[in-house]
Each structure stands twice: as C-alpha cells, then as structure tokens.
C-alpha cells in the first residue's frame, strides 16, 4: 500500500468509520478520542516517510526508496501506541475506582463512629453559681437533645443562698423543664461532685438545708422512665454555669 494511500485510509477511518468493534474493546472511550489516536497515527507515517526520502544524488533525479515492511512497522508502532494508551486508561479507571471505593469506605465508617458516639438520651446539663457563698446566687440549667442541639436554657435569680443551694436549684429547675417538655428518658450532668454523690447515696445529706432540695430532686428524677446521674468537669458544664451566673446578673 503506497504512503499517500495509507495515510489517506488512516485519516478516513478516523473521521468517518464507527469503529464500533474498537469501542467495545476499549470501554470508557469515547468515539472523538479513539479518533484522535488514529489521525495521530496518520501523522506518524507521514512524517516517518518523509524522512525516508532520500537527498537527490548529483545529476539524478530525486528518488523515493521506501520498504513495505517499514511502513508496516510504522503501523505496528502505532497499534501498540493506541493499545499502551487504551491500557494505561484503563489503570487509571481503576485506581479512580479504587480511591472512591476507599473513601465511601471512610465515610461509612467515619458514620458508623459517629452514630457510636451520638447520646442516646437527652442530656441535662445543671449548675449553680453563688458569689460570697452565701451571697447572691443563680440556678441554671440546659437541656440538649440526642443531635446535640440546645432545646432549652432555664435560669433563676435565687437571692442569698449558699452555693450547693444553687447547685440543687439548678438540678430542679433543669428537671421541671424536662417533665414539662414530656421527656421520658433524660441524662443529667452536673459538676458538683457533693451533689451526684447526695444522689447516688454515696454521701448522705446532713446539713439540714439541703434535706428538703435532695427530696424534690428525688422525687423528680423517679418521674423519668430511665435517667442517671453523672458528674461531669466543670469545664464541660460551661453552658449552665453560664446560664446561672446570667440568672445572677439579669436578675432572672
């Protein structure tokens, strides 16, 4: 097959033949790349037979020597270039498809972890503050749901009153806001180690001040279906120790 018959064969097939075999073998191409690639070809065997041409002998006529095993090797060349090309593709295709399968495997698992660690219960989070103890003080209380969004905030101005009296007032508060919210299970979080452990029956209650606050506290913890009592740092209570020194400065 002459150069100019070839090239012009390659170059036609590329503009004009559906190449639906091509397509089916090489998945994910389109028709306009696998194109490309053949008049790319096209290209090759021109420029390599133009290097072939030898320079005129003096006193001769310009001679062209070309072998058909040349040209052949040319095209041989340049099914390798489009299969290497098909190939490497495909590589690709399938170490993209491997980082989405990794990283939907991430976020799955990143979900599952989160879920883990999501409360299952309402949380209530009480505090009381008093300045002079006894001096003025405030009872505060904040209530988050199980998506971690505040659902209420609570606050009393006390007058004089020690601050285990706050910290009693706040638990009260916070659980009257709760029953009326018609919560039936309900995770209560305090800083005030004297109080968990009043709760719990670990300490007893012997100043006779706080007996009356520990039986309302009491009384309104058995109103929930479940709930349990945790002491928590007082640096992860910020929200009702805010709540209640706010009760103290507005005067709630």
Sequence with gaps: ???PVLVELLRFIAANEDLPRTLARYKGHDRA?????IDAAADRVEELEKSRE??????SKLVKVRKASEVEKVARQAQEELDESMNLSKVERER???ERAAQAERERAEAVLQQESRPSRTRLFTDGAARGNPGPAGAGAVIVNTDGHIVAKVGKFLGDATNNVAEYMGLILGLKRAKAMGIKELDVLADSELLVKQLSGEYSVKAEHLKPLHLEAETLLKGFA???VRHIPR???EAADAMSNRAIDERL
């Excluded at 790349?33 to 690639?37: A, H, M, N």
Aim: hydrophobic residues 35%; without cysteine.
């Design 1 to 3: 097959m002459s150069k």
């Design 33 to 37: 790349t696998i194109g490309k690639l």
């Design 54 to 59: 030898p320079a005129a002998a003096s006193g």
């Design 96 to 98: 993209r498809k491997a």
């Design 226 to 228: 479940e709930v349990s």
């Design 235 to 237: 640096e992860e209570n």
